[in-house]
C-alpha cells in the first residue's frame, strides 16, 4: 500500500520527522565555608543529602575548609534548587549557619 501526496493526489513516501530533544541546563550545588559549623556536621550533610560516602564527604569537606567553596554534585535545576532549599532548611533546624547555593554549570563542566 503507498501512501499518497495530500496536495497532488499522487504516490509518495510517507516521512517521518524527527525531533531533537535538548538536554537540560545542569547546576552546580555549593556548600560555602563558615566559621561556625563543625566539620563532622558537613560530612553528614554531604551523606545525608548527596550520598557520598565517608571519604567523598571528607574530601568535600576539606575542600570548603580551604577553599570556601565545594561543589556537591551537578543536577537539574529543578534538582538542584530541592537540594539547596532542603540542605539550608535543615541546617538551620541543627542551629548551623551552613549555606547552600546553586548556579549553572560553565560549558567546560
Given at each position: 500500500?503507498?501512501?499518497?501526496?495530500?496536495?497532488?493526489?499522487?504516490p509518495?513516501?510517507?516521512?517521518?520527522d524527527?525531533?531533537?530533544?535538548?538536554?537540560?541546563?545542569?547546576?552546580?550545588?555549593?556548600?560555602?565555608?563558615?566559621?561556625?559549623?563543625?566539620?563532622?556536621?558537613?560530612?553528614?550533610?554531604?551523606?545525608?543529602?548527596?550520598q557520598?560516602?565517608?571519604?567523598?564527604?571528607?574530601?568535600i569537606?576539606?575542600?570548603?575548609?580551604?577553599?570556601?567553596?565545594?561543589?556537591?554534585?551537578?543536577?537539574?535545576?529543578?534538582?538542584?534548587?530541592?537540594?539547596?532549599?532542603?540542605?539550608?532548611?535543615y541546617?538551620?533546624?541543627?542551629?548551623?549557619?551552613?549555606?547552600?547555593?546553586?548556579?549553572?554549570?560553565?560549558?567546560?563542566?
Open positions: 500500500m503507498s501512501e499518497k501526496d495530500t496536495a497532488t493526489g499522487e509518495g513516501v510517507a516521512t517521518v524527527k525531533v531533537k530533544v535538548k538536554k537540560p541546563a545542569m547546576y552546580k550545588v555549593l556548600i560555602h565555608n563558615d566559621d561556625y559549623t563543625t566539620m563532622e556536621f558537613v560530612i553528614h550533610t554531604l551523606q545525608k543529602f548527596f557520598k560516602n565517608y571519604e567523598e564527604s571528607h574530601a569537606m576539606l575542600k570548603v575548609h580551604h577553599d570556601g567553596v565545594g561543589i556537591c554534585g551537578i543536577y537539574t535545576h529543578e534538582v538542584a534548587e530541592s537540594k539547596t532549599s532542603k540542605v539550608n532548611k541546617s538551620r533546624g541543627k542551629g548551623h549557619p551552613l549555606k547552600c547555593s546553586f548556579e549553572p554549570c560553565d560549558s567546560e563542566d
